[in-house]
């Protein structure tokens, strides 16, 4: 991770985000990052058990106290790291007849993601990946958007 935070810096750019950075120490990673000058843009949430298949929490049912430890620990790294934003994942959706069930959930975990996060100053940023392969949950996303606060962005990304 710290070498490619120095190619970065040396490729010229002001800003970096890494899928997950839970393994280095937040104080190794704010002096990797000021030593060269860059911003943390963002950073995402712990995923859960990433062998497992885990790719998310916010939207699987019965993990909700591991959401919450999560979004906790992306909070100090947040913070430590003087980043401005939180990605939270939503995870893999099992079955298409759960698909309600865990959008359930995960309305109710970008509620208590965005309260955490709000109280530090910290934002709340969820994208819907290859909405091509997904596009029954980026509509449903799409509708929660409107009762969102100000603290939750929202995007997609490109396959």
């Given at each position: 991770m710290?070498?490619r ?10 800003g ?61 790294y ?37 309260e ?44």
């Amino acid at each position: 991770m710290m070498d490619r935070i120095d190619a970065a810096a040396a490729a010229g750019f002001r800003g970096v985000e890494y899928h997950f950075s839970y393994q280095w120490p937040a104080p190794e990673l704010a002096g990797r990052l000021a030593e060269h000058g860059l911003e943390q843009v963002q950073i995402n949430a712990p995923p859960g058990d990433w062998q497992a298949g885990n790719r998310g929490l916010a939207g699987l049912p019965g993990l909700e106290g591991e959401f919450r430890d999560s979004i906790n620990q992306a909070i100090d790294y947040a913070k430590a790291l003087n980043c401005p934003l939180v990605q939270v994942m939503a995870g893999i959706v099992d079955q298409v007849s759960e698909l309600d069930v865990e959008l359930e959930t995960l309305a109710e975990n970008l509620n208590v993601a965005t309260e955490t996060c709000k109280k530090e100053g910290i934002g709340v940023l969820i994208e819907a990946l290859n909405p091509d392969d997904i596009d029954e949950i980026c509509k449903r996303l799409r509708a929660l958007e409107k009762t969102w606060s100000d603290y939750i962005s929202y995007g997609t990304e490109a396959a």
